[in-house]
């Protein structure tokens, strides 16, 4: 049996395209995807990159993920690759976000990343060579932040977005000491990506990186050889300061 990769919000954007990478390296990928028309019709738009499939997944309903799960399960037997890539960005002032745009916002980035990676587990456990990418941001970077850094002139309108992914950072660093000191777990490499400032939806295409360069860094970490790094924030150039 080849390697099983699933991507969560990959019915367009940076998602679409990291599915279009793995399935190019030989992998059966499951393309994740909480509108299950257009998840489809991403998989067919795919079709002749190798084997993606469709798979409906809100990352915000748990009972949709244990779906995904046992399905999963049922037709695969285990889960080789876990991409965390749905994400939701709230554009505001930080002085008028409200605790209700953090709270949809967390919902999906984070509290949805770890829906996801808890149902996955026992699959995982059951992969030779398992590896999870967290899709982060370089907003993310407190060091970068707190530095001065601008990202695009726009900064402030991300305390929603960046804040979450800064989370997930956590969740990254957190996971990946807990598998080592799992037997069961220890096998399992996770790390968070950036992918830069795509253009896609969720940048309103202002992103000065296409998705095959975005894509790049999250299709290494989640081909990642057994020597290679785990509870690590990386973009392509590198490791990003926390």
């Known amino acids: 049996m080849g390697t099983t990769a699933l991507v969560t919000g990959a019915n367009r954007g940076l998602g679409k395209e990291i599915a279009r990478q793995l399935a190019r390296r030989g992998m059966t990928v499951l393309l994740g995807s ?30 949709s993920v244990a779906a995904a799960a046992a399905r999963i399960g049922d037709e695969h037997g285990r889960l080789d690759v876990l991409v965390n890539n749905a994400g939701l960005m709230v554009e505001a002032p930080a002085t008028e976000v409200t605790a209700a745009d953090m709270r949809r916002t967390f919902e999906v980035n984070v509290f949805g990343a770890v829906t996801v990676l808890n149902a996955m ?39 929603a977005y960046s804040s979450s992914k800064a989370a997930l950072n956590m969740l990254t660093v957190q996971y990946a000491a807990a598998f080592a000191a799992d037997p069961g777990l220890a096998h399992v490499k996770i790390n968070s990506a950036t992918p830069g400032y795509v253009a896609t939806d969720m940048s309103a295409y202002r992103g000065t990186r296409t998705v095959e360069e975005g894509s790049r860094i999250v299709v290494d970490l989640a081909t990642l050889p057994a020597d290679g790094p785990t509870g690590g924030f990386f973009r392509e150039q590198g490791p990003v300061p926390w």
Do not use: I, K, M, Q
């Open 121 to 159: 587990l026992p699959l995982l456990r059951r992969s030779a060579a398992p590896r999870v990418v967290n899709v982060s941001s370089t907003t993310a970077s407190l060091t970068l932040t707190g530095g001065g850094a601008d990202f695009g002139g726009d900064a402030h309108l991300r305390l």
């Open 34 to 63: 909480r509108d299950a028309g257009r998840g489809a019709e991403a998989a067919r738009d795919l079709a002749s990159e190798g084997d993606v499939r469709p798979l409906p997944l809100d990352v915000a309903d748990a009972p």
